[in-house]
């Protein structure tokens, strides 16, 4: 996660100039011991790039990276705030739940934190009134969208970055501060992260677990979550952010059916996907209300697919 070493250094160069390490330890008072291992570090990250200016000393400028921009937009909108002091690691990540509003103990569960972690780092926020409403719900202010940008691009840099370092072609599908759904292009980084501790195979690839083998065109999806096996719920939802056809939406199906997922489990775990009216249009249909004419935001498989598919694969 981005330290607020680091934040410092990207607030001091955000203007677009150029610094050594003695310039940055003079603005940012942490010592050149330190900001040099922070500087490698961004250096790796691909956040900055370096020079050798006068003397060929070591100079650093932010490269064009997402992160970058979305801290840029953030100063360039709010820049009367003072975002090093103000965002730690642990506030970040307490930011990317903020989007709507939301009860601090249903953030600390979701991080894995204790209730008095996730009040801590919601502090800084609620001292300059960021926060709306005061609780028991808390959201981001309208304005303070920016906020939320830029949280939600350090937390998925961090994703990209872990899967990167052992699967090269990796790309994030999904991700919250504790969990990242990937894709990789290569056989070699399939293996690479079938033998990684933390990933694990999930979407389709996960369904010969539930007693339901299809043919998989292309590497499979893994998972992050350390220490969390994903449940049936999670696969389902797995399943249709990677792809929400007709075809895919009719296996999520015959697995709700096969492990016998309540709709009220389901459409608790499809909220943090974005997928609730997905779940619930599918639940019509396994009701046996097929002939859905509103809008729905996936293609349903008619009545006679579905029959046949579920013949196909054994399941009453």
């Not at 009701?287 to 598919?309: H, K, M």
Request: proline letters at 5%; one cysteine or more.
């Amino acid at each position: 996660m981005l330290t607020k070493a680091g934040l410092a250094v990207i607030d001091a160069l955000s203007t677009g100039r150029e610094a050594t390490a003695a310039d940055l330890a003079m603005e940012t008072e942490y010592s050149q011991t330190h900001l040099y291992d922070v500087l490698d570090k961004l250096l790796e990250s691909g956040l900055l790039a370096e020079h050798r200016g006068a003397n060929n000393q070591r100079e650093v400028s932010l490269t064009d990276h997402p992160v970058v921009e979305a801290y840029r937009a953030l100063r360039s909108e709010l820049g009367h705030v003072e975002w090093p002091d103000l965002l730690s690691p642990a506030t970040l990540r307490v930011c990317w739940y903020l989007d709507e509003p939301r009860r601090v103990s249903e953030i600390a569960e979701r991080l894995k934190i204790t209730r008095q972690g996730a009040h801590k780092a919601l502090s800084p926020l609620k001292h300059r009134s960021m926060l709306s409403p005061s609780g028991p719900e808390y959201a981001l202010s309208e304005d303070l969208s920016p906020l939320l940008t830029f949280a939600r691009a350090v937390v998925r840099h961090e994703h990209r970055s872990r899967v990167r370092r052992l699967a090269p072609s990796a790309t994030v599908e999904w991700c919250d501060p504790k969990r990242a759904l990937v894709r990789v292009q290569t056989a070699e980084d399939t293996e690479a992260l079938k033998g990684a501790t933390d990933w694990q195979l999930t979407g389709l690839a996960r369904f010969a677990e539930y007693g339901l083998q299809f043919f998989l065109a292309g590497e499979p999806a893994f998972w992050y979550a350390p220490d969390m096996e994903p449940t049936p719920a999670d696969v389902v939802c797995h399943t249709l952010v990677l792809d929400s056809g007709s075809r895919r939406v009719s296996y999520a199906m015959l697995l709700i059916e096969t492990s016998d997922i309540g709709q009220e489990t389901l459409t608790r775990t499809s909220q943090w996907y974005g997928l609730e009216s997905t779940v619930t249009a599918m639940y019509r249909s396994l009701q046996g209300e097929f002939d859905i004419a509103e809008d729905l935001p996936v293609v349903l498989p008619s009545e006679a697919e579905f029959r046949a598919l579920k013949e196909q694969y054994g399941v009453a």
